[in-house]
């Protein structure tokens, strides 16, 4: 979690819109920056023109850009070797836990050699 609101005061305000936009109420837009693997997420406050920001539009500290791998939140518990791929480049790597059967993590990988 990156965010929570803490409203204004927004007793007596009859019009919706303006009582939402106190509340902190607004809109989320996410945006995949898929060669650098970056991931920008805006938080806008409610009434907020998108397309004629001014400097109060977002939510303050937004927007917040961080890397794909870093949206993974576990600690490595071990590393594999390099990978060396014939065949298609940038190909999908999964990681399987043989002993349970599952899938431990799956990422594409930039070219044909990669440490995971």
Do not use: C
Not at 41 to 49: K, L, P
Not at 97 to 114: C, D, H, K, W
């Amino acid at each position: 979690m990156y965010s929570i609101g803490n409203p204004v005061d927004f007793a007596g305000i009859r019009n919706r819109y303006k009582m939402q936009h106190n509340k902190t109420a607004g809109l989320g837009f996410v945006i995949f920056d898929k060669e650098n693997r970056d991931i920008t997420m805006e938080s806008w406050h409610f009434m907020s023109d998108v397309l004629n920001p001014v400097e109060m539009s977002q939510h303050p500290g937004w927007p917040k850009t961080i890397s794909q791998f870093d949206n993974y939140g576990r600690e490595p518990l071990g590393w594999l070797p390099a990978l060396k791929i014939s065949g298609d480049p940038d190909p999908v790597v999964e990681i399987i836990n043989q002993t349970a059967g599952e899938l431990e993590y799956i990422v594409r990988i930039n070219g044909m050699n990669s440490s995971l």
